[in-house]
Nanobody, 126 residues
Framework: QVKLVESGGGLVQAGGSLRLSCVAS????????TGWFRQAPGKEREFVAT????????QYADSVKGRFTISRDNAKNTVYLQMNRLRPEDTAVYYC???????????????????WGQGTQVTVSS
């Protein structure tokens, strides 16, 4: 069973930075695209960013474009989300997810991902 584990969340002031990590155990991120989604209290889960395999293509939500960067270290089987210039509206639980097909293209749709992590809380204070 593939298990994804996120880390790196925390409390940060507006304008600050955090880097989230997503590691797979019991399986691999190799050959799979990986995405980040987030869910704020009272809101639906929304797409944040995604990266294909081996990492040539990325896609971002308009709300984070220019501030967040998704990347992957294939040797470490890890995908990262570097978040800069954070805003209070970025406060949410952040989830990583693995695409449901190998060598797939980038996708912003949650139903294109079949394995999800438990999430990591990001809180941005004003």
């Amino acid at each position: 069973q593939v298990k994804l584990v996120e880390s790196g969340g925390g409390l940060v002031q507006a304008g600050g930075s955090l880097r989230l990590s997503c590691v797979a155990s019991g399986g691999t991120l190799i050959a799979y695209g990986t995405g980040w989604f987030r869910q704020a209290p009272g809101k639906e889960r929304e797409f944040v960013a995604t990266i294909d395999w081996p990492g040539a293509n990325t896609q971002y939500a308009d709300s984070v474009k220019g501030r967040f960067t998704i990347s992957r270290d294939n040797a470490k089987n890890t995908v990262y989300l570097q978040m800069n210039r954070l805003r209070p509206e970025d406060t949410a639980v952040y989830y990583c997810a693995r695409r449901n097909r190998v060598y797939g293209t980038t996708s912003s749709l949650a139903h294109d991902y079949d394995y999800w992590g438990q999430g990591t809380q990001v809180t941005v204070s004003s």
